[in-house]
C-alpha cells in the first residue's frame, strides 16, 4: 500500500500554471504620442469669426447703399395716342388704310366726299373776285366825286363874280332889276349848298377807301374779309382728306366705314367717325414710385427697365419727369382726408422714365407692365451714424 502521508513527487503546480496562461505578458511600459487635432476643430474658430464678419460686412454695405436703389412694378408703358378725325362733316367716301398698318406722318387716312366743299370754295373765290372790283369801283367813284367837287366849285366862282357884279348894278333900278339879283343869289347860295354836299360825299367815299383814295385793294379791311372766307372754305376742302399727325400704327379702324355720315361735333367723342393711332416712335414708361422712395430720385437718374412680355430683356432709360402732384390728386374721386375715419396710405407719384430703344429690341406696346430699378447714386457716410 502506498504511504499516503509521505509527500507526492515534485509536480508543477497547476494553479500557477493557469494564472500565468490567464494573464498576457505585459510589455514594458513606454511613451504614447498624443492624439492630432482634428481639420474640423481647427478651422470652427476662423469660421465662426469669419462668418461673422462676412454678415457685419454685408450688413455694413446694405446700409451704405440703402435708399440708392428704388424700385416698383407699378408701372406701365405708355406711347402718344390719338383719335384721328376731323372738324367738318359728311359723307365717308374712303377708307385708306386697315387693322394694324403702320403709317408716315402725312398718308392718308381716310377721306369725306368733298363736293359740298368744293362749292363753297368756288362761292368764296367768286365773293372775293366781286369785292375786289366793288373796291375798284369806289377807287373810280371817289375821282369821279372829286371831278364834281371841281366843277361845282368853278360855277360857285361864276356866281360869286355875277353876285359880286350885281352888287354894284342893283343900286341902278335901270341898270339891273331887284328880281335878276335875288335869283343871282339864290343861285349862289344853291351852288354852295351842293359843293357843301358833294364834298360831303367825298369824304364818305374817302372813309370807306382807308382815308386814301389810292390804296392797294388787297390790304382793304373788306377784301381781308372776303380773302379770310375763302381761306377758311379752302381749309374745310383740305380737311376732307385726313392725314397722319405722326408716324404710328392704326387701329379701331373698323368702326369707320364708307358710307358713314361723320359728325365732326361728336365723331372724336364717341371714337364713331375717327381712327385710332397710336405711336411707334414717342413711347416713355409712366412709374407709379411711393413717396417714402423718392427721396433721392431726380430726373436724369438712369434706369433698368424690364417688361413681363419680355422676361429675358433689358432696357436702358433714364429718369424724365417727377409728376409735380400724386396721382390721386387727378382722380374724380379724390380721398376726402378730413373725414373722420381717415387712414393714412402712402401716395404714388408718378415718374416718367425715357426709354432707350434699339432696332433689335422687341417692340413695347402702350399698356404693357413693366418693372423699373432706378439708381439715385446715393450712399450713405458713416458720419451719418456719429
Known sequence: MLD??????????????????LAPELPAAVDKPAPPVSRRRRLRLPLMLGGVA???????????????????????????????????SGLVSEVAVHE?????AGDELFRIDPRQYEIALRNAQANLDEVKLDLEGRKLDYQRMMSDIAAAEATLNNDQATIDRYNVLVKDPAALSRASYDQ???????????????????????????????????????YL??????DEARRQLDHTTIRAPFAGTVTEVDSLQPGQYLVAQTAALTNQGAVGLISDDKVWIDANVKETDLTYVKPGDEVSVTVDAYP???????????????????SILPAQNASGNWVK??????????????????????????????????????????
Not at 509521505?6 to 493557469?18: G, Q, R
Not at 446694405?62 to 372738324?87: N, P
Not at 343871282?184 to 383814295?213: I, M, N
Open 184 to 222: 343871282a343869289r339864290f343861285t349862289l347860295d344853291a351852288d354852295k349848298a351842293k359843293l357843301e354836299s358833294l364834298k360831303q360825299q367825298a369824304a364818305v367815299q374817302l372813309a370807306k377807301l382807308g382815308g386814301d383814295p389810292g390804296f392797294d385793294v388787297e390790304t382793304h379791311p373788306l
Open 54 to 88: 462676412l454678415v457685419a460686412l454685408g450688413a455694413g454695405y446694405g446700409w451704405l447703399s440703402g435708399g440708392r436703389y428704388v424700385s416698383t412694378d407699378d408701372a406701365y408703358i405708355r406711347a402718344a395716342k390719338l383719335m384721328v378725325s376731323t372738324d367738318v
Open 100 to 104: 394694324g398698318q403702320t403709317v408716315k
Open 312 to 330: 429675358n430683356h433689358d432696357w436702358k432709360g433714364t429718369v424724365g419727369t417727377i409728376a409735380p402732384a400724386s396721382g390721386a390728386e387727378f
Open 225 to 230: 374779309q372776303s380773302k379770310a372766307s375763302l
Open 345 to 386: 396710405v402712402v401716395q404714388r407719384v408718378p415718374v416718367r422714365v425715357l426709354v432707350e430703344r434699339r432696332d433689335s429690341d422687341p417692340p413695347l406696346r402702350a399698356g404693357m407692365s413693366a418693372v423699373v430699378d432706378i439708381d439715385t447714386g446715393h450712399s450713405r457716410k458713416l458720419t451719418d451714424i456719429l
Open 4 to 21: 499516503r502521508t509521505k509527500n507526492p513527487p515534485d509536480l508543477p503546480d497547476a494553479s500557477a500554471d493557469e494564472g500565468s496562461r
